[in-house]
Structures are given as C-alpha cells and as structure tokens.
C-alpha cells in the first residue's frame, strides 16, 4: 500500500468520517480484501477500500465499507475498550517493523473505539489508551471511518524513507463475515508477522513529545460515619527520544478500578488477581518472561501487613491499600531491535489503628519499600525470536530485601513453526538467619501453525525459590513434565464451520520424588454453522501425593483418583438475547468427594445503546478430607481432617449504557455466597496414607461468608485524553464465627437479599483528569 504526501496543512483532512477531502481524491486505493470467516480465501462479500495520507505531524487514513445493505449495519454504543457484537474497522501498524510489535486502532459503525498494542507477534492487549481521533459516518453506500493517528503514539526510529507493516480488518456482523486487507491465515502462527506493508513515507521526524495528565478528585467514605478529603497528583509520558518513552505517575488514585470478586479459598495458597490499574497495565508485555509471572504488580501497593500487629493488642482498623507515592516507567526499541523496560516504585508507611490496654495507638505494620525492576530483550536470528534479561528488587526500610534475576528465550524456525522456548530464574530473599534462595529451569519446544500442533515441556523449581515479593509463585519444590497435541480443521465440513482437538497428559514430583500430578484428558471445540460453540472436555487423574498441607503444618496425605468432565454450549452473540452453559462434573474414586458446579451467562442487547449480562455460578463441592489443623492431643499433634459439604453462589452482573462515545454509565454487582459445613472429623493415622480414625472435635468449624461488591461508573471523556469520573462503590460483607444450623441452610433468595443489607462501606469518588500535549 501506498501512502500520499499532504504537502501544505491546509490540506490535511477534516476528521468527520465523510472521506469528502480534497486529499482522498488523490491518494491511491487499495481493496482486494480476503475472508478469513466465515470462508477463509474467498473473496470479500462487500468491497472495502483504504486510503492513507500523511504529513509532518501524523497519519491519516479513509476506510469506505461499502455494504449492499446500508440498513443491516449494526451500529452499537460501547464505553472505550467494550467489545459488542456490531459492525467494525480496525487499523493495525508495526512502525519497527520487526514483525513483533505493534498498535491497533478500532473504530465501530457508532464512533465507539478499541485500541491496544501487539507484543511477541501473537498476543493483543487492549489496555492502552493512546490520544488519536476517529469518526464514522454511515450513507447509502455503506459506511466510512476517517482516522489521525499522531506520530508521537508510535515510537519509531528516524529514517529517509519508511516501509511500516500494515493491516486492516473488517468485521460484518450480521454475516460474521471478517476480511483482512492482507489475509491472516489462521493455520500460520503469529499475527504482526502477516501484515503487508506501507511504503511512501518520506521526509518526517520523529517527535520528542510531552503529555501530562493532572487529576484531582474528592471521596466520601460512609461507614456508620462519614469521611471527606480530596487528592491530587499527575500522570507524565514524555518522548526522551524518537524510541524511548518515559511514563510516570505521582500519588497516583486508582478509584474508578473495579473491585476484586470475591472468592472461597481454602487452599494453602493467595489467589491470583489480574491488574486492572492503568498506569501498571499499559506497556506491560516488556515484562513478561516466559511462562512465570516474575514481575506481579498488583504487589506494589498491596494491602499493607508486612508487620504483624502485637500479640496484646486488637486490631480495630488497617488501610485497604499502601500508598505509592510515585512511580516511573521507561520503555523503549532501539535501532538495533534491542527492547528495554524500567520500572521503580516507591510505597509510603502504613499504619493500623490498635487498642492495647484500653490505649489506642497507631502502630506500623508496612515500611517505606522501594521496587526495582529491569528488562532487555533483543531480536535474533530473522527478528521473531528473542533472548532476554530480566532483574527485580524489592528493599524495605527496617524490613528485609529481595532479589529475582533470570534469562529467557524465544527461538522460532522455519517461518516460526517451530519454536523453542525456555527460563532460567534465580531467587534469593529473606533476612539474617532466614535467607533463602532458589532457582526456576524451564524449557519448552512447540511446533504451531497447519492443521497439527504439538508441544512438549520440562520445568524444575527448587523448593527455596521464593519470587513472591515481586512476582506471583503459588510454590516451588516441584518437577514436572507435560505434553499436547492439538488437530484442527478451519474450513466448513459437515455440520461444523472449524473444530480442535486437543489430547494432554502432565506429571508431576516433588524434589522428594513423590508423585503429585499424573493426569490425561481430552478437550474438543466445535463451531456450528448457526454460530454455536460446543466444548467438550473430560480427564482423569490417577492415585497420587498431595503436599500442600504441608505449607500450613499438615502432613503429605494420599490424594484419591479422581474423574472429571465439563461442557460448554454458547450461542449466537449476534442475537439481541444470547446465553452459554457450562456444567462441571468431578468425583473419585471413593465417591465420598465430588464436585457438581454450573455457570451460565446471559446477555440482553435491548437497545444499541444498553447491555446487560448476568453469568450466575453455583458450585457445590463435598471433600472427604478437608484439612482442618495441627491440633494439640493427649498424645502429642494429631492431623485433623474433616469432611466439608460447601456451596457457593456468584450472581455477577454488569449493565452497560452509553450515550455517545465517550460517555456511558457502567454497573458492576457481585453478591457472593459461601456456606460450608465441617462433619465427621478425622485423624491421619500414617503419612502418605488415606487412613484415618474418627476424631471428636468440640469447635464449631462452620462457615457462612457472604459479601456484596458493586461500582457505580460515569465515565465521560470530554476531551481526548480527558475525563471524568463519577464513582459510587459499596463493598458490604457478613462472616458468621459461629453458625447455626439455620445459618447453615443455603437458601439463595434469603441470603442474596440480606448481602444488601449487610454492613460495609460506600464510597462517592468524583475524579477529573485533563490531557495537556499534542
């Protein structure tokens, strides 16, 4: 494709999706574009043409969708960054053209956007949000979407004349019909590594460019009480050189971020949440190493409890989270396709509110600490493969300190079919009398692309590995192996439009060479020709060790055999109403420990402007040997176990109303029920045994927990780059020490009901931020 100079700026278009400017008279159009659904090859139903232009501050592109239908389009309102099912053009450019990297632009019918960034050819994250401009407009012709994209969103080198990859995709829904400007195949790996190219750019300097976002906010906290104060502080991204970015954040609010779900936990284990805060999310990929999470952000600003509280005093209050007082990003490619990432972070004290002989005091339970963290990766052999670097560190002030260094490799051949891919960790943390250190080995070949795929794997941690206080590692002391190979079909046979079929089997040891995980199964995907998605996924897993207990004082327990099968039947999302299925069976051998779960998820598109979805998941899981604790007996420490019955409920709903672009109204509502039931307790009789002895325990184990989680989101972008936010969360909870049978009795519609009423905070946050650059 050809791009067309605008020699004086007078010329530069109007951007209001009419493509009417004098310049897209001019310039050369390229169409010819290629199904990749629902026909993969086949000629487009409905021709499409692009246009591009540019001049010494940006690039311009005219897309015209031409549609024999103009009334069928669907045009459908989403906040930034929604996904609907509506008719949509996107725009993708590798500025580097190392066939790695890269940025998309998405533009629906109505105006509303998507935009993210490609990272390792194959990966697509939409957490991004760069300042360009969009319009749309729809005639009788079809509809046409007018694009700038400013240079400074892109970080290029400086040449005389640039040749840039290039895509772009069309999506009509009513025909789920996608077309690739230059087709994507889906049997070859990778997806930057596809794109065509862009030629013509001549002439341009890249810019050094500064932006800064101040915000300032006011909060009211409700909790019997009330709480005011406001904030302030400032978001920075400044262009140091034409491939260098650097971002930082001081007092950054994180307010309008939607809470985390609520969640039943019973393991030896933290749960694992994403990060949904922007500043840590975008330009994350740099980051990554491997299949480990080295580099865990949500620890930087974490519930602050790094000091416990004395035995003599009572806990009455503790922050929910430690204040960052600043943080700084500098991300980067250079010439010679070295990429390169910086990350610091600095987190104030905390103080919890205790009551210690009638006095009250605060008393610190988090340090001043400091984060560290390093990455470079540099492209090798033909540039789509990479050998990297990775160092972190985390120093606390009258705490201890923590290091993690480590190299990883990503090496692709034969037109990146086979892949050999692989981490070598290092840990060492801990203070004077308890340092420990440990090391990840990690290696992994994989053949992609076709119609047959395969992968095969080794891994080792030593049992000191220990990355937790940077990174997320549910444990270390662990050996295993696994293996996959996957079939698929992509074009229409029979009943189906594309299936897969994958077979797996994984072991597992630890460094003791007792035997933890020897499992198989199989997995199935169908995609019907009425747009029907059926799964099908079943496995068994043999008689084995389970160590983890070992983590909270327990001994290393046999684990039964167990089999296990779940499904999925989703449905056309094209349709106003559409809904999937997804059953969960598990029981072993022994049949006193089984599992009998049910999600579902509906979601109602009642008007282009309104969505809403409910997914409801109800599990109820009955373990035999639940652990219990190290109890104190007449002969010393008994291993007590019992047998739980529990069941959880999750009624998760989200509604959606936007009324332009870039203003909508967002809920978020979680209540969440938990309720188990502790009987016929148990004592281990030998370790590695499933032998136990009836135990009598005088303590009520029980449990009922239920909580309601729920934002309440304006979000109006009034400018670009700019926004307001109007915020009203509630997060209310009830945990009964000591249930009564009556508590014990499940009864959905009760305890829904009574999550509203339950005590918790409210929370009215009013936050505006405005970009300065451009």
Same mark, same amino acid.
């Given at each position: 494709m050809q791009a067309q100079r605008i020699k004086i700026?007078?010329?530069?278009?109007?951007?209001?999706?009419?493509?009417?400017?004098?310049?897209?008279?001019?310039?050369?159009?390229?169409?010819?574009?290629?199904?990749?659904?629902?026909?993969?090859?086949?000629?487009?139903?409905?021709?499409?043409?692009?246009?591009?232009?540019?001049?010494?501050?940006?690039?311009?592109?005219?897309?015209?969708?031409?549609?024999?239908?103009?009334?069928?389009?669907?045009?459908?309102?989403?906040?930034?960054?929604?996904?609907?099912?509506?008719?949509?053009?996107?725009?993708?450019?590798?500025?580097?053209?190392?066939?790695?990297?890269?940025?998309?632009?998405?533009?629906?019918?109505?105006?509303?956007?998507?935009?993210?960034?490609?990272?390792?050819?194959?990966?697509?994250?939409?957490?991004?949000n760069a300042v360009w401009e969009v319009a749309t407009s729809i005639d009788a012709e079809g509809w046409s979407a007018e694009f700038y994209i400013p240079y400074y969103v892109m970080r290029f080198s400086p040449q005389d004349e640039y040749t840039w990859g290039l895509n772009v995709e069309r999506h009509i829904s009513r025909k789920q019909e996608r077309t690739h400007w230059n087709l994507m195949q889906k049997d070859q790996p990778g997806l930057v590594s596809q794109f065509g190219n862009l030629h013509g750019i001549r002439d341009i300097d890249p810019p050094l460019h500064l932006e800064y976002v101040p915000y300032a906010m006011g909060r009211s906290i409700v909790d019997g009480g009330a709480d005011y104060f406001g904030n302030a502080g400032v978001d920075l991204r400044y262009g140091v050189t034409s491939s260098l970015s650097l971002n930082a954040t001081v007092n950054p609010d994180f307010g309008q971020v939607e809470a985390d779900p609520a969640q039943l936990n019973l393991t030896a284990f933290e749960d694992f949440f994403s990060e949904q805060r922007p500043f840590f999310v975008e330009g994350a990929s740099i980051f990554q190493t491997g299949d480990y999470d080295l580099l865990y952000s949500r620890r930087i600003g974490r519930r602050p409890g790094y000091f416990s509280v004395p035995e003599d005093a009572v806990e009455e209050d503790r922050p929910e989270a430690t204040t960052i007082l600043g943080a700084l990003k500098l991300t980067g490619k250079t010439e010679g396709k070295t990429a390169f990432g910086l990350l610091q972070a600095v987190t104030a004290p905390e103080y919890a509110d205790i009551n210690r002989n009638s006095t009250r005091d605060e008393y610190r339970i988090e340090p001043w600490t400091n984060y560290l963290v390093g990455?470079?990766?540099?492209?090798? $052999?033909? =540039? +789509?493969?990479?050998?990297?670097?990775?160092?972190?560190?985390?120093? #606390?002030?009258? /705490?201890?300190? !923590?290091? *993690?260094?480590?190299?990883?490799?990503?090496?692709?051949?034969?037109?990146?079919?086979?892949? $050999?891919? =692989? +981490?070598?960790?290092?840990?060492?943390?801990?203070?004077?009398?308890? #340092?420990?250190? /440990?090391?990840? !080995?990690? *290696?992994?070949?994989?053949?992609?692309?076709?119609?047959?795929?395969?992968?095969?794997?080794?891994?080792?941690?030593?049992?000191?590995?220990?990355?937790?206080?940077?990174?997320?590692? #549910?444990?270390?002391?662990?050996?295993?192996?696994?293996?996959?190979?996957?079939?698929?079909?992509?074009?229409?046979?029979?009943?189906?439009?594309?299936?897969?079929?994958?077979?797996?089997?994984?072991?597992?040891?630890?460094?003791? #060479?007792?035997?933890?995980?020897?499992?198989?199964?199989?997995?199935?995907?169908?995609?019907?020709?009425?747009?029907?998605?059926?799964?099908?996924?079943?496995?068994?897993?043999?008689?084995?060790?389970?160590?983890?207990?070992?983590?909270?004082?327990?001994?290393?327990?046999?684990?039964?055999?167990?089999?296990?099968?779940?499904?999925?039947?989703?449905?056309?999302?094209?349709?106003?109403?559409?809904?999937?299925?997804?059953?969960?069976?598990?029981?072993?051998?022994?049949?006193?420990?089984?599992?009998?779960?049910?999600?579902?998820?509906?979601?109602?598109?009642?008007?282009p402007s309104v969505q809403v979805s409910m997914e409801p998941r109800y599990e109820r899981k009955v373990t035999d040997a639940q652990w219990v604790g190290a109890l104190t007996g007449a002969g010393g420490v008994d291993y007590v176990y019992g047998e739980l019955d529990s069941r959880t409920l999750d009624l998760t709903t989200r509604a959606e109303v936007s009324f332009a672009p870039g203003l909508s109204l967002e809920l978020y509502l979680q209540p969440f029920i938990a309720i188990g039931d502790f009987g016929d307790f148990k004592e281990l009789n030998a370790a590695q045994s499933y032998d136990f002895s009836p135990y009598v325990l005088d303590e009520n184990r029980d449990f009922h927990r239920r909580s309601l989680k729920s934002n309440l989101v304006l979000r109006w972008e009034f400018s670009p780059g700019s926004a307001l936010f109007v915020v009203w969360s509630q997060s209310r909870s009830a945990n009964l020490d000591d249930p009564t049978d009556e508590d014990l009795e499940f009864r959905p519609r009760s305890r829904i009901g009574s999550s509203f009423s339950d005590n918790g905070d409210h929370v009215l946050l009013v936050k505006a931020s405005y970009w300065v650059g451009g």
């Open positions: 700026k007078p010329q530069a278009p109007k951007i209001d999706g009419r493509l009417d400017d004098a310049i897209w008279q001019q310039s050369p159009v390229s169409s010819d574009f290629l199904q990749l659904d629902p026909i993969e090859g086949e000629v487009a139903s409905e021709k499409t043409t692009v246009q591009v232009a540019y001049d010494e501050e940006g690039l311009y592109v005219g897309i015209r969708c031409y549609d024999s239908d103009p009334q069928a389009i669907v045009s459908r309102l989403t906040r930034r960054d929604g996904e609907t099912q509506a008719d949509w053009i996107s725009l993708s450019l590798d500025p580097h053209l190392d066939r790695q990297t890269g940025c998309f632009f998405t533009a629906y019918a109505s105006g509303s956007v998507i935009d993210g960034t490609y990272a390792d050819d194959r990966n697509k994250d939409e957490t991004w990455r470079v990766r540099q492209d090798v $052999l033909d =540039g +789509t493969s990479g050998v990297g670097l990775f160092a972190s560190s985390v120093h #606390r002030r009258d /705490g201890q300190s !923590a290091y *993690v260094g480590a190299t990883d490799w990503d090496l692709r051949f034969r037109e990146d079919i086979y892949n $050999l891919t =692989g +981490t070598l960790a290092a840990s060492r943390a801990g203070g004077p009398g308890d #340092r420990h250190g /440990g090391y990840i !080995a990690h *290696v992994e070949f994989d053949k992609r692309g076709g119609w047959f795929e395969t992968e095969a794997g080794l891994a080792a941690l030593s049992p000191g590995v220990d990355i937790n206080d940077l990174g997320f590692l #549910r444990r270390g002391d662990l050996l295993k192996s696994w293996g996959q190979i996957k079939f698929y079909r992509y074009k229409p046979i029979g009943p189906f439009r594309a299936f897969d079929n994958r077979f797996q089997g994984e072991a597992e040891w630890n460094y003791d #060479r007792l035997l933890l995980n020897h499992s198989y199964s199989v997995s199935n995907w169908a995609d019907l020709h009425n747009y029907w998605r059926i799964h099908l996924h079943f496995g068994r897993e043999l008689a084995v060790m389970d160590d983890n207990d070992v983590r909270r004082g327990g001994p290393i327990v046999k684990r039964l055999a167990e089999s296990w099968i779940h499904g999925r039947v989703e449905t056309d999302e094209r349709k106003t109403l559409s809904f999937y299925l997804h059953p969960d069976w598990r029981r072993n051998d022994g049949g006193r420990s089984y599992v009998r779960g049910l999600r579902s998820g509906v979601v109602w598109k009642p008007l």
